[in-house]
């Protein structure tokens, strides 16, 4: 039997692989790379494409839009974006997030009118409730 | 009293309230079992990069990243507040905002200033209304929620974070413990504390970088806080439909004690007409 090292393929939102392999690859930012057992620790990130483990011979393939490949001694973990990540997608997003938070707050004062109109409508309506009343007092 | 026929229309209108609480209700059911299952999918990555946090801890790097460092001052704080999108689900919102309200105040009485980013509709009408700073928002997520959908939320507040606006970030949500508790709570992410190195990892040794410390941490960090964040907003959708379901079966089981009280109360009006009718023809019987 080969030596073997865990290997955990894991995204934000599902599990995609776990288990014993003799081997993984992986499409690293620098180059492609090739885990064996006992392979020194080593953190980098990964460019959208596949992973392949080796397992019996086999190959099996995954593909990562990008994310991250961590390596100890004995157990490997791709942590998996779930959609294409740049940093203008990034920054376009926290621009959305605060327009939308500027947009509320400017309707903060349109919800202060609202609530003055509210009042006077309360008032208005407590005077016709008034009025009735002393209307149907005459009546008796 | 009421006459019989109101009664009538009171006790059908109530009948419609159930129809449509208990509907909520196995609604929610179904949808709470989803919630949870999507949580359970949701907890590998969070170990796996909180492990990969813990072991960068242990490294020495020579690059120390500004998220893992402590700020020697605190001037302004930023909070995530992650509630529901739609109400009618108990007291899970108001709760949660009591407990960061309650937060937010001792920051405020330390003389210290709060940015707040909301996730949740409720958060955002909540908070809109006080006077805070709102420097982000994200609604409309739906029941399953897709990680790369908080960016822009998590991003303004890391982008503050490093620019040195804010000197520290909470996180304020919802914990799933089961059906019935939820718990609220408030966590800090930034900067991210890790704990203290055991004495096997404690020997010195440090990762190869590719392409060089700085890019890759900078990369994981990121990653390491939206995932925490993600997490507990999955969890939070979890609470929601738990404390939904709750508080519907509870709306429908006072529905049913209305509909029993207003029977009696029907029934009887109904028996005293009759005995009335009765006496009258007696009455009347006896005069002639």
């Known amino acids: 039997?080969?030596?073997?090292?865990?290997?955990?393929?894991?995204?934000?939102?599902?599990?995609?692989?776990?288990?014993?392999?003799?081997?993984?690859?992986?499409?690293?930012?620098?180059?492609?790379?090739?885990?064996?057992?006992?392979?020194?620790?080593?953190?980098?990130?990964?460019?959208?494409?596949?992973?392949?483990?080796?397992?019996?011979?086999?190959?099996?393939?995954?593909?990562?839009?990008?994310?991250?490949?961590?390596?100890?001694?004995?157990?490997?973990?791709?942590?998996?974006?779930?959609?294409?990540?740049?940093?203008?997608?990034?920054?376009?997003?926290?621009?959305?997030?605060?327009?939308?938070?500027?947009?509320?707050?400017?309707?903060?004062?349109?919800?202060?009118?609202?609530?003055?109109?509210?009042?006077?409508?309360?008032?208005?309506?407590?005077?016709?409730?008034?009025?009735?009343?002393?209307?149907?007092?005459?009546?008796h | 009293m009421a006459s019989g026929k109101e009664i009538r229309t009171q006790i059908a209108s109530i009948k419609n309230t159930q129809k449509i609480t208990r509907a909520m209700e196995m609604v929610a059911a179904s949808k709470m079992r989803k919630a949870q299952e999507r949580m359970a999918a949701t907890r590998p990555y969070a170990t796996k990069i909180h492990n990969v946090i813990q072991h960068l801890?242990?490294?020495?790097?020579?690059?120390?990243?500004?998220?893992?460092?402590?700020?020697?001052?605190?001037?302004?704080?930023?909070?995530?507040?992650?509630?529901?999108?739609?109400?009618?689900?108990?007291?899970?919102?108001?709760n949660l905002f009591k407990t960061a309200l309650k937060d937010i105040k001792t920051k405020i009485d330390q003389g210290l200033e709060v940015d707040i980013c909301t996730i949740g509709k409720k958060a955002t009408s909540f908070f809109g209304r006080l006077p805070v700073n709102l420097t982000g928002q994200v609604v409309q997520l739906g029941d399953a929620p897709r990680p790369h959908e908080l960016i822009g939320a998590v991003k303004v507040m890391l982008d503050a974070y490093e620019s040195g606006h804010i000197d520290s970030l909470y996180l304020v949500f919802n914990e799933f413990v089961n059906t019935m508790t939820q718990k609220n709570k408030v966590v800090q992410l930034l900067p991210a504390a890790p704990e203290k190195p055991s004495a096997e990892m404690s020997h010195h040794w440090d990762y190869i970088y590719e392409p060089d410390a700085k890019e890759v941490l900078d990369h994981l960090l990121v990653r390491y806080i939206e995932s925490l964040v993600y997490q507990g907003v999955v969890e939070n959708i979890a609470c929601e439909q738990a404390s939904r379901m709750v508080a519907m079966k509870s709306a429908s089981d006072n529905a049913g004690d209305l509909i029993d009280d207003l029977q009696l109360v029907y029934n009887k009006a109904r028996q005293a007409s009759i005995t009335q009718e009765i006496s009258e023809i007696v009455a009347g019987a006896a005069a002639v």
Do not use: W
């Not at chain 2, 020495?60 to 460092?69: C, S």
């Not at chain 2, 999108?85 to 919102?93: E, K």
């Open chain 2, 57 to 94: 801890a242990f490294a020495h790097p020579e690059y120390k990243h500004v998220y893992l460092q402590d700020r020697a001052e605190t001037k302004r704080v930023g909070y995530i507040v992650v509630s529901s999108d739609r109400g009618l689900c108990g007291g899970l919102n108001n």
């Open chain 1, 1 to 139: 039997m080969a030596m073997t090292i865990h290997v955990d393929i894991v995204s934000a939102d599902t599990s995609i692989y776990s288990g014993l392999v003799e081997a993984v690859f992986a499409s690293a930012v620098m180059g492609e790379v090739g885990i064996y057992p006992r392979h020194t620790p080593m953190l980098t990130r990964l460019k959208p494409g596949e992973v392949r483990i080796l397992l019996n011979g086999k190959q099996e393939q995954f593909y990562v839009s990008g994310g991250i490949l961590e390596v100890q001694p004995n157990i490997v973990t791709i942590l998996a974006d779930t959609a294409l990540r740049a940093d203008d997608i990034d920054e376009a997003a926290a621009l959305e997030a605060k327009a939308d938070a500027e947009r509320s707050l400017n309707e903060r004062g349109a919800k202060m009118e609202y609530a003055e109109a509210q009042i006077k409508l309360a008032e208005a309506m407590a005077q016709l409730r008034s009025i009735e009343r002393m209307r149907k007092g005459k009546g």
